[in-house]
């Protein structure tokens, strides 16, 4: 999920980002079908080489799509699925490999959120039948009306339960083998396929889909034989994706998904009855017009929602264009800015901890990050990350800028909601005005003699289950002061000409339910349809139609926000209500302050390296305030790997009692009798929290925290009661490896694994997978099921495909990625060619001209520059400009007297340029010595001529020894180091060395590779005069 509205954020900023995907589809011809000849050029312009696929993101929409009915069970969801994944592979065209990821089971710190997310969608379900229930009374009531038998024994169809797409449950079970199945089945069938490797990890593979893509992609860029210049295509909904794009250090590297932006721009259409020229808003529920007498020229499958390709590439120029600080005091290096930038986003949102209450997204939460990052980077001297590593010195300097201007962004927040609130006022206002007037003209029409009474009103036939869901939005123009129940009764009785009977007058008004229950709650209620067959997969359960009023979350009355952090005294309230401590408590504050702190340590590692602990989680519902963290570079944080849990035991950490169907049936008294050591773990109501939020949907979902000892030792006692196919659904898997008889791999493998000699169990266990051969690095083992050249048919009866396969010539072995011998390293792999730049300096100069003023127009107290008033007009030096520049530590006592308080530390090797020459040669615990008069380059490389220069230093010069300051220059080009040279004078005051800060006044290179000496320092405190040597002021 990553950071809520990311994607419309990002596309509105950084518009070249995004291109549409030129897409080939398949066409009739006399009623035959043709498929896409995928083995032509890619209609996109280059041919792409792998494709990952996030399958979450696929199985989702195909189990509640948004566009037409669901589908009526699970071999009917299983080839909705295998459709979309076809039409994905065939846009994108993957030349080298196929990789499908499914959610396994999740660190503990995400589990959380599952948790939160699957009680809350039980909930929501639960809400949808009760619609459905109300539907079949007012269904009754209309028949009574009409004089019409009433049937009593009407049942309603549960709501498909998609909590069951979770590991362990048979539904993942069956989609595992559907998905090799039809993979199989492309392999033998499809031209396109014959040289594509496909690996699959299935939900019995520990890790979320796209942390899993994200370890295969950094296992095969350890690998020598690395191609750099491997184009990559992820596909997924989640927002993350773009971030672990980023974070992949990959030039070649774009995200698929849906335009999400197409339903702005598509004609007027209504939601509720899909016909064109209209909106939900205003409609009248008359029936649609037909096209042809049958209506059989009617269009009977909806349009298929166009795809876009975010481009990486492009997002890195635009990101190295608005991060680059002009003078910053080191060099700057694109790859670790990025790293930094995607560090920052983790503040505004991330799956894993709750976002800081001063930022959101909405409010421009990243720009301020941004900017006060561009504002402390001369203080902080460096990155605030390395390789997955969070400088947590640097880290407090961004939250000091950030709490420097939280309380002002908190009462900016404030006034924008206040004026938002009058907005809305005003326009409901002149809505009611605008519907008195059309009811005066109504009842002037009346009396018309073209007036048909009844003539709009909806005919019987046409209510349905959508329009009672959605009647809030439907109706809000003409009864937005109505109860829907009256409001269909109005319609129905329009229908008549009789006095109302007396079952529709005493009819029992249900509050109407939000509009505003959010895009997720939408896709849930739209899952079921008026059929009351059983559902063949999934178990549900038949409600008897029960006639009983239902309150809900009203919008237009929100719980009152009695924190108010717009108020003087927010943060004790803040913690006296969310936390339930007293406000003097501040040592708990800064434990919470702490546990973000690991938290933010966990995920950039989770990003970058890969899971750092399977069991540690953030242990609160809400996140603290940036004012609270203190000294957090004091913090020493490690991580305990752990395991992850087995598929039950997720099972049994995230879903609510009411979804025990999709869990063993020894597990079930667990969940639900009064005397189990884990009830409470299952509660059957909750509070929601809606936190200053408007919509329920935002809402806080307040649940206890599984504790993991209690949860496995209860399960423990189950265990010897589970059957065999049950164990075998809780065990861990591997990756399969699926190829076809054309791969230059299968006939290698067939030989180790599958030939006569080998047969006997003579064979090896394992086959080392060549990069240079097989272009996949990594390890294959043979899959004892897995049998060459037998029938191929689907995990179930329904689920078959067209033409059958009865000689499979496809092989399916195990596969492991390469073990991880070192630390991912966020860099550009030489021999990389980058893609052609896409802004033009005009994108680049608008682009830095915003970067130098955006974040600071939210919040944050006006801050005037007074160094600029004598040189502009009072009007123009009146204009705000906020400054997130955190202050600059004091200095040391014994600062200026000529005596260093040690020797220079050595380099730090994180800050070494590694595209520096002379990198490769310097220790990390090297201290600079007394060298000759000049140090001649590395063999190969010129002399330096003159240039720019900027050098960098650890020390002045020490008393003891004599020796210079370590020093880098940067000059155009290239960057190369600097020699040392025992100084001829003693160290004046100039000659500082700060034990505090590391900062030094060191000697850098000079003109040449070795570099001249230095005249003596003046006696400015810690500043050398330029002299011959162009030396200069350097920093560690």
Same mark, same amino acid.
């Given at each position: ?90 846009? *994108? ?36 039948? #009760? ?5 079949? *009374?007012? !269904? ?8 019409? &038998? ?42 396109? $396929? ?125 990101? @190295? ?35 800081? /209450? ?76 605008? #519907? ?57 009785? %329009? ?27 939408? #896709? ?34 929100? /719980?009152?926000?009695?924190?108010? !952090? ?35 340590? $966990?995920? !950039? ?20 305030? %940036? ?23 997720? !099972? ?160 399916? *072995? ?30 680049? %100069? ?60 050595? /380099?730090? /090797? ?17 201290? &600079?010595?007394?060298?000759? %008069? ?76 070795? @570099?001249?000496?230095?005249? &003596? ?20």
């Amino acid at each position: 999920m990553g950071v809520p509205a990311l994607f419309r954020w990002l596309t509105k900023k950084y518009p070249k980002i995004i291109t549409p995907v030129i897409e080939e589809t398949p066409f009739d011809i006399d009623g035959v079908k043709y498929p896409v000849d995928t083995t032509k050029p890619n209609p996109n312009g280059e041919e792409l080489h792998n494709l990952y696929l996030d399958f979450n993101g696929i199985v989702h929409p195909c189990s509640h799509p948004e566009n037409k009915p669901p589908p009526a069970d699970e071999s009917e969801m299983m080839m909705a699925i295998f459709e979309y994944t076809e039409r994905v592979v065939n846009m *994108v065209r993957p030349r080298r490999l196929l990789y499908i990821a499914i959610d396994g089971v999740a660190p503990r710190a995400k589990m959380n959120q599952q948790r939160a997310r699957r009680f809350r969608s039980q909930m929501d379900a639960k809400e949808a039948d #009760e619609k459905k229930a109300e539907l079949q *009374v007012l !269904l009754r009531r209309q028949r009574i009306a009409r004089g019409e &038998p009433e049937d009593v024994d009407q049942v309603i169809k549960k709501t498909w339960d998609s909590n069951v797409i979770t590991p362990g449950t048979p539904f993942m079970f069956i989609l595992a083998q559907s998905i090799r199945f039809w993979c199989q089945w492309k392999l033998n069938t499809d031209p396109a $396929w014959a040289e594509l490797k496909v690996i699959i990890s299935d939900a019995s593979v520990p890790g979320e889909g796209e942390h899993k893509i994200m370890q295969f992609i950094r296992s095969q860029r350890s690998d020598p034989d690395y191609d750099p210049n491997t184009r990559h295509v992820m596909y997924g909904l989640d927002a993350d994706l773009i971030m672990l794009g980023i974070a992949t250090h990959e030039p070649h590297f774009r995200v698929l998904r849906e335009d999400v932006s197409i339903q702005d721009a598509k004609a007027k259409t209504c939601r509720l009855c899909g016909q064109p020229g209209h909106y939900a808003e205003n409609c009248r529920g008359t029936a649609k017009e037909k096209s042809g007498e049958f209506d059989e020229k009617a269009s009977k499958t909806p349009d298929l929602k166009p795809f876009v390709f975010l481009n990486v590439p492009i997002l890195r120029e635009y990101l @190295g264009a608005e991060m680059y600080v002009p003078g910053q005091t080191f060099r700057f290096d694109l790859e670790r800015a990025l790293d930094d930038w995607v560090f920052m986003c983790f503040f505004v949102g991330n799956d894993f901890l709750p976002h800081l /209450p001063s930022l959101d997204i909405h409010e421009d939460g990243i720009d301020k990050l941004i900017a006060i990052w561009r504002d402390n980077v001369p203080i902080m001297g460096g990155y605030l990350t390395c390789d997955g590593e969070v400088d947590l010195a640097r880290a407090q300097v961004i939250l000091q800028g950030l709490a420097k201007q939280e309380d002002a962004i908190f009462r900016k927040r404030r006034e924008n909601d206040e004026r938002r609130e009058r907005n809305q006022e005003r326009r409901k206002r002149q809505d009611e005005q605008r #519907e008195q007037r059309e009811s005066r003209n109504s009842k002037q029409r009346r009396g018309s003699p073209d007036y048909t009474q009844g003539a709009n009103a909806l005919p019987a036939s046409e209510i349905n289950y959508n329009m009672v869901v959605n009647r809030g939005a439907a109706e809000k123009a003409i009864a937005s002061n109505k109860s829907a129940a009256a409001v269909l009764k109005e319609k129905m009785l %329009a229908q008549q000409n009789a006095t109302p009977t007396k079952d529709t007058t005493d009819a029992t008004p249900v509050e109407t339910p939000s509009p505003a229950l959010g895009k997720r709650k939408a #896709e849930l209620m739209a899952n079921g349809d008026e059929d009351t067959e059983s559902d063949v997969g999934t178990p549900g359960r038949s409600t008897p139609v029960v006639e009983q009023p239902v309150k809900k979350f009203d919008p237009d009355n929100p /719980p009152p926000d009695t924190v108010k !952090l717009w108020e003087e005294g927010y943060a004790d309230r803040y913690y006296e209500q969310k936390f339930h401590v007293s406000p003097t408590d501040i040592e708990f504050r800064r434990k919470v302050a702490n546990a973000y702190v690991e938290g933010l340590s $966990w995920v !950039l590692l989770y990003y970058f390296q890969g899971c750092p602990s399977w069991t540690w989680y953030y242990p609160y519902h809400y996140a603290p305030f %940036a004012a609270d963290f203190q000294d957090i570079d004091q913090l020493d944080i490690k991580f305990d790997k752990g395991k992850p849990f087995k598929p039950y035991e997720q !099972l049994m950490g995230v879903l609510p009692a009411s979804s025990n169907h999709a869990i063993p049936k020894p597990f079930h008294p667990l969940m639900t009798e009064p005397d189990s050591d884990i009830v409470d773990f299952y509660p059957e109501e909750f509070d929601l929290d809606m936190n200053g939020k408007k919509q329920s949907w935002k809402a806080i979902v307040l649940l206890p925290f599984i504790d993991e000892k209690r949860l496995l030792a209860a399960m423990a006692t189950k265990y010897p009661e589970l059957s065999e196919d049950e164990h075998m659904r809780n065990e861990l898997g591997k990756e399969a490896l699926l190829i076809s008889d054309k791969h230059p791999l299968y006939n290698d493998l067939a030989a180790e694994f599958y030939s006569k000699k080998k047969a006997k169990g003579d064979g090896p266990k394992e086959v080392k997978l060549s990069m240079r051969k097989a272009r996949v690095a990594g390890q294959a083992s043979k899959n004892d099921i897995f049998l060459p050249h037998m029938d191929l048919r689907g995990p179930e009866e329904d689920i078959k495909l067209d033409p059958e396969v009865d000689d499979d010539c496809s092989m399916a *072995v195990h596969y492991d990625m390469p073990p991880k011998t070192h630390v991912h390293k966020s860099m550009l792999f030489p021999g990389v060619v980058l893609p052609p730049p896409v802004l033009d300096k005009s994108d680049v %100069a608008i682009l830095k001209s915003k970067a130098r003023n955006s974040g600071r127009d939210f919040g944050g107290a006006p801050l005037y520059d007074n160094s600029r008033r004598d040189h502009m007009a009072d009007a123009q030096w009146r204009q705000p400009r906020v400054n997130y520049a955190a202050d600059r530590p004091p200095l040391p006592q014994n600062y200026g007297n000529g005596r260093n308080g040690g020797p220079p530390p050595p /380099p730090d /090797p994180r800050t070494l340029d590694p595209s520096n020459p002379f990198a490769a040669f310097l220790d990390p615990k090297f201290a &600079p010595g007394m060298p000759g %008069a000049r140090i001649p380059p590395p063999a190969g490389l010129p002399p330096q001529g003159h240039g720019q220069y900027q050098q960098y230093g650890n020390g002045g010069y020490d008393t003891r020894d004599n020796r210079g300051g370590y020093g880098r220059q940067d000059q155009y080009p290239p960057a190369q180091y600097g020699g040392y040279q025992q100084p001829q004078y003693p160290p004046q005051q100039g000659g500082q060395y700060d034990n505090r800060r590391q900062d030094g006044y060191g000697r850098g290179g000079g003109q040449q590779n070795g @570099g001249r000496q230095n005249y &003596p320092p003046q006696q400015n405190p810690g500043y050398y005069q330029g002299g011959q040597g162009q030396n200069g002021y350097g920093r560690r």
